[in-house]
């Protein structure tokens, strides 16, 4: 199996991309930096450089061509303002669909945030990143020829994962730990069931294997 990250040096990106090649998946994790990618070897991963900003659709696709599945984990990042949430947290994700369309890439996971919602108002940074995760969201969602699952975390934290979590479609605020979420993504790549469903997470009481066999339906 052969799985591409987007955002592959983020917190998540490198604790999912740990965990997959643990388990003997082929990685590739697409930065922007020649810089990260040692980064990337060191967890297990083969690093792409890449800059989805201005990249194309047909670039992002050679990397994407006979991948069994994609995960967009990019963002702008906390420190950026609000023209990078428009052209990473929205722009690259709208890309990156459009590139596992196009190298016929079907299994496609986001990483979004709780709270996301392409009609939410406000001009603040942080209720910009809301409106365009939310409106990259509602693109991915309305794409045919995608077996998409978003993926919307509460409050991140670098605490030790716990390996339970309270994954619904509507959880209430919250935090999570990033170990956790990276958990949850890798159960999600394993549980194609999940197809269809945007879904909050949060740190609760059910085991990570349990809480996604549960949203699937098994």
Do not use: C
């Not at 604790?15 to 997959?20: C, D, I, K, Q």
């Not at 060191?42 to 990397?63: F, H, I, N, R």
């Not at 108002?121 to 693109?139: N, S």
């Amino acid at each position: 199996m052969r799985i591409v990250i987007a955002g592959g040096h983020g917190q998540i990106a490198l604790r999912l991309e740990r965990l997959l090649a643990a388990r003997g998946v082929e990685v590739a994790g697409i930065v922007r930096k020649a810089e990260q990618s040692d980064d990337l070897r060191a967890v297990g991963a083969e690093p792409v450089v890449l800059d989805l900003e201005s990249a194309s659709a047909e670039q992002v696709a050679d990397v994407l061509r006979g991948a069994d599945a994609a995960v967009f984990a990019a963002g702008a990042g906390p420190g950026s303002g609000t023209a990078r949430k428009e052209t990473v947290d929205k722009g690259a994700a709208v890309l990156f669909a459009d590139a596992a369309l196009r190298a016929g890439v079907r299994r496609f996971l986001v990483v979004s945030s709780y709270g996301a919602d392409a009609g939410h108002r406000g001009d603040e940074v942080f209720d910009v990143y809301q409106r365009a995760k939310g409106e990259a969201d509602a693109y991915v969602q309305g794409l045919d020829g995608l077996d998409w699952t978003i993926l919307r975390p509460g409050s991140l934290t670098d605490d030790t994962g716990t390996g339970l979590v309270r994954l619904e479609a509507r959880t209430g605020p919250g935090p999570v730990p990033r170990d956790d979420v990276a958990a949850v993504l890798a159960e999600l790549l394993d549980t194609p069931a999940t197809a269809g469903l945007t879904l909050e997470l949060i740190s609760g009481s059910t085991p990570v294997p349990v809480a996604v066999k549960a949203v699937a339906g098994n």
